[in-house]
């Protein structure tokens, strides 16, 4: 497991906001209305609905504290559920689909235990493609150190990783996908504040590892997983 509080891991310092290496679309993300729910042990993950007002309401009591928002660019509680709706708005993306063009896609979910299915614990998913796949979270101070970050994250990597490719034998003939000449394996990605250290081992605990420290306000720890790193 990584020690990002070693000062001898080198660390890249910029000014301006960083970002993930570009990658090609590769991925197929069924349409919305056919994503369906994903299950752990304790939990179920069910898909965004951009214009549920449950959701709305759910995930502005979580992203209005400012103790949740502190490790989340950039930084500002939401304000209002308008504030929230924009945000759910926003994970909505152009992917391709099987007609070979691109169309709105997401593949994010609010996490909701099993025994209460009302309650909205917090949300976990793919936050873009643009410039390539990462993965995101956030939970409510109330479950955290519980163990359901990395369950929901889990659940939701190994989904991702189980949908199919373009450069699989799909043939949509679109040039999007990766190929091995043009720089490798395909990769998801995440970026954690060094000082959260829970979230970090999340994330290492389902299989990304850090390729780069980056300080930008605060120290980051940048971190990618292939298929291979699967857990």
Request: aromatic share 10%; charged share 20%.
């Amino acid at each position: 497991m990584t020690d990002i509080s070693d000062p001898n891991n080198p660390t890249i310092t910029i000014s301006t906001e960083p970002s993930y290496p570009t990658q090609p679309y590769s991925v197929l993300i069924p349409p919305p209305s056919d994503l369906k729910p994903l299950y752990t042990t304790r939990l179920i993950l069910r898909p965004l609905e951009i214009d549920s007002d449950q959701h709305a309401a759910g995930m502005f009591r979580i992203r209005s504290r400012q103790d949740v928002v502190d490790w989340l660019w950039p930084r500002t509680p939401d304000t209002s559920i308008t504030d929230t709706k924009t945000w759910m708005s926003g994970k909505l993306f152009p992917a391709p689909d099987s007609t070979g063009g691109l169309a709105p896609r997401l593949f994010f979910f609010i996490i909701t235990p099993k025994d209460n299915e009302n309650l909205i614990l917090g949300s976990v998913g793919v936050n873009s493609l643009d410039p390539a796949p990462s993965l995101g979270y956030a939970l409510h101070p109330d479950y955290w150190g519980r163990g359901f970050a990395s369950e929901a994250a889990g659940a939701v990597v190994r989904a991702w990783w189980g949908l199919p490719r373009i450069n699989e034998g799909v043939g949509l003939g679109l040039g999007l996908g990766l190929r091995e000449e043009e720089g490798g394996e395909e990769k998801l990605y995440a970026a954690s504040n060094c000082r959260n250290v829970g979230s970090v081992k999340v994330l290492e605990r389902v299989g990304f590892e850090v390729y780069e420290y980056v300080h930008f306000i605060d120290r980051l720890a940048f971190m990618a997983m292939g298929r291979g790193n699967l857990k």
